[in-house]
Each structure stands twice: as C-alpha cells, then as structure tokens.
C-alpha cells in the first residue's frame, strides 16, 4: 500500500449493519463515502466480538495510522509487512491488504474474512478460492482513480489529436516550424465519443468528453441510466453497432473473462475509419494482433495506451515504433488526489471493519468487479 498524506478521512454515519444488499440509510457526507459504493455490501465480521481485528498492511503514512487509531480502536494494525512477513501472522489475521495476500497465505489463515484491494482492478484476486466462494469479502479503491485517469486520458487523446508530439520534437531541437507532414490537427467539439464501461472511471472520461462539446454514447452492464451528459447508455451487447457511430472509443473496463480480446478483428473493422482508440482500462482488453491489424490497414487514425498486452511492453515490440501510438506505462492514476480519495476510502473501510457496517466497494466475485 503506498502511503499518501490522509485528507478528508473523517468517518460516515452509522450504517445498518446488514450480510447483503445494504445500503446506507442517509445521503453521503465524507469524502469516502461519496466515492464509496454501497452496491453488494456486506458485513465482513459483526461486532463487538470481544477482542481487536487484527489487519496487516504493507506500508501507511504514519497521519492514516494515527487517523485508524482514533476511527477504529479496534482494530490493531500490524503494518511494514512483505509477503513473507505477512505468513507469521497469517493464523490471527482477521483483514490484510491484497499485495500480502498469497496462495500459502490463504491457507495459513482461517480467521480472514476482509481482503483490501488496494486498486480498482482485481483480476488477479476475484477468482481465488476464499473470495469466490463468498467466505472472504473482497473490497476495491474502485472510483478512486476516476479523475486522474480521465485526465490522463484527455491529455495522451489531445497529444493525438493536435500533433503535440511532433510539436515537442520540434521544441527540443530549437525549431520553430508551423506546417508539418502528417494529418491535419482535429479539435474535439462536435465528435462523438464511445465510453466503453460507464462505471467509476468511464463516467469522469465522458463527463470531460462533454465538457469538451462532444456527443458522448456509452455501454454499461448494469440497467442503471447514464447522467445527462451522456446521451445514450447501450449493453455490452449493442457495442458492435455503437462503434461506428464514434470518433473516439475509450475502453474503461476492468478485465473480465467477458472482456477479455473484447476489442478483436470483429471489433475493429466496425469502428469508423480514422477513429481514435484510447485504453485506460486492462491490456488484454485489447487484441495486440488485431490492433496491429487495424493499424496496418490504416484504419486508425491515434491509438492511446496507457496498459498493454503484454505488460510490461518488451523492448523490440512493435507498437514501440508505431507512430500512430502513444504508450504511457501503466501510470494514469498517478495524482496526490488519487491519493488522498483512495486513504479516505481506505480509512473508512477499517472505520467500517471495526463497527461491524458494510464495508464499501465490495467486489462481485462472479462478475469480476
């Protein structure tokens, strides 16, 4: 867990303590709980159960361990813990951040009930066996990184779109050169763009989409409506007949079996020509060859990557020397503010754990977010 300076962590309301569904029965006042999700929460351990939650973490900033003594008393936080470290309290743990958490771990501990995902994505934690099969809850930072990552977005499609790179190549050898060959600068107001996944982070790109004068369409899995500024929210099932409606395709999702190769041959020969394609979301979420493909065809006009397949990107590997690509390595989230929205959420999860509420973010194990 990387330790960020702790902002706005004062605890929620009360909530209801319930094993399923529960929902907080007034409107949100912290900052945690405005980012938090209460869909699927669930309590992981009812208290008062007559003796400290015992939780283990990698690293925190002194400040959120101060903030997690006085909003949680009992829970006692044994923290500085590597992999291996974690083993020797695996017997006691009751909680434990997920970068600790190894397969001899699980089975080295039969009081865990609470793993702490420190980032959106959980791939790599929804399918072990405690967690899928209900025994262990999984929470998530889900939300956290929206704005960051929307940013980010924005700024690796606007490199693109207005020819930055070469006007930052152009900077560094002192040449002052206004025509360049390559494609006519494009200004986004009137283009329309697909937010794939209108969760947490989709919602933070199509809301600058807007804020840019662009027509935003969406695809989402649940029947929940868009804001307004999205004009229209489709199903996963209606992507197909979406992409050539856009100027822009921004993939938002997390890494599902049923995202997994989403964005295949299929996918891109229905994307309208000259399309630009950003990825925020997982690599794999993307065909590698497929894209290849489709740049060798000349069917796009930018793709932005800020995560690849494979990931790290080798040395030699040909999206390298693309010069329709951009790459950033795996870094979108990076901000002191996804810092300060990802500790207030953090501390009010083990607020939670030690009362005995619904812990927020709570990760659907099936659906694999």
């Known amino acids: 867990m990387v330790a960020y300076a702790c902002a706005a962590c004062s605890a929620g309301p009360q909530a209801a303590?319930?094993?399923?569904?529960?929902?907080?029965?007034?409107?949100?006042?912290?900052?945690?709980?405005?980012?938090?999700?209460?869909?699927n929460a669930r309590v992981a351990v009812p208290a008062p159960i007559g003796e400290p939650l015992l939780f283990l973490v990698d690293d925190i900033d002194s400040d959120v361990q101060a903030e997690l003594a006085r909003s949680a008393p009992n829970v006692r936080i044994i923290a500085g813990l590597d992999a291996t470290s974690a083993l020797q309290h695996a017997a006691q743990a009751r909680g434990v951040v997920a970068s600790l958490v190894t397969p001899e771990f699980l089975a080295n501990a039969p009081q865990l009930v609470w793993i702490q995902a420190m980032s959106a994505g959980v791939d790599r934690y929804s399918a072990w066996p405690k967690v899928a099969n209900g025994e262990v809850v999984l929470t998530n930072l889900r939300a956290v990184h929206g704005p960051a990552i929307a940013d980010h977005a924005f700024?690796?499609?606007?490199?693109?779109?207005?020819?930055?790179?070469?006007?930052?190549?152009?900077?560094?050898?002192?040449?002052w050169r206004r025509e360049v060959a390559g494609p006519e600068p494009i200004a986004l107001q009137g283009r329309t763009m697909l937010v794939v996944g209108l969760g947490g982070i989709g919602s933070e790109v199509a809301q600058r989409a807007h804020g840019f004068g662009m027509r935003v369409i969406a695809?989402?899995?649940?029947?929940?409506?868009?804001?307004?500024?999205?004009?229209?929210?489709?199903?996963?099932?209606?992507?197909l007949a979406m992409l050539p409606q856009a100027d822009v395709v921004a993939i938002c999702l997390p890494l599902t079996d049923e995202t997994r190769h989403l964005f295949d041959a299929r996918a891109f020969a229905a994307m309208r020509p000259g399309a630009f394609l950003i990825n925020v979301g997982r690599g794999p979420i993307v065909q590698t060859d497929a894209l290849l493909a489709a740049l060798d065809?000349?069917?796009?006009?930018?793709?932005?990557?800020?995560?690849?397949?494979?990931?790290?990107?080798?040395?030699?590997?040909?999206?390298?020397?693309?010069?329709?690509?951009?790459i950033t390595p795996h870094v979108s989230a990076r901000s002191q503010l996804t810092g300060q929205r990802g500790e207030a959420l953090f501390v009010e999860n083990v607020r939670r754990f030690g009362a005995g509420e619904p812990l927020l973010n709570v990760v659907d194990a099936a659906a694999g977010y």
């Open 17 to 39: 303590a319930s094993q399923s569904g529960a929902q907080d029965p007034v409107a949100p006042t912290s900052l945690a709980e405005q980012i938090g999700s209460t869909r």
């Open 219 to 239: 695809t989402r899995r649940s029947d929940t409506p868009g804001p307004a500024f999205v004009e229209r929210v489709g199903r996963p099932q209606d992507l």
């Open 297 to 326: 065809a000349g069917r796009l006009a930018g793709v932005c990557l800020d995560v690849t397949d494979p990931e790290p990107l080798p040395a030699g590997h040909s999206l390298w020397q693309r010069p329709e690509v951009l």
């Open 155 to 175: 700024a690796m499609l606007l490199a693109q779109t207005r020819g930055l790179r070469q006007r930052i190549a152009d900077q560094n050898e002192e040449v």
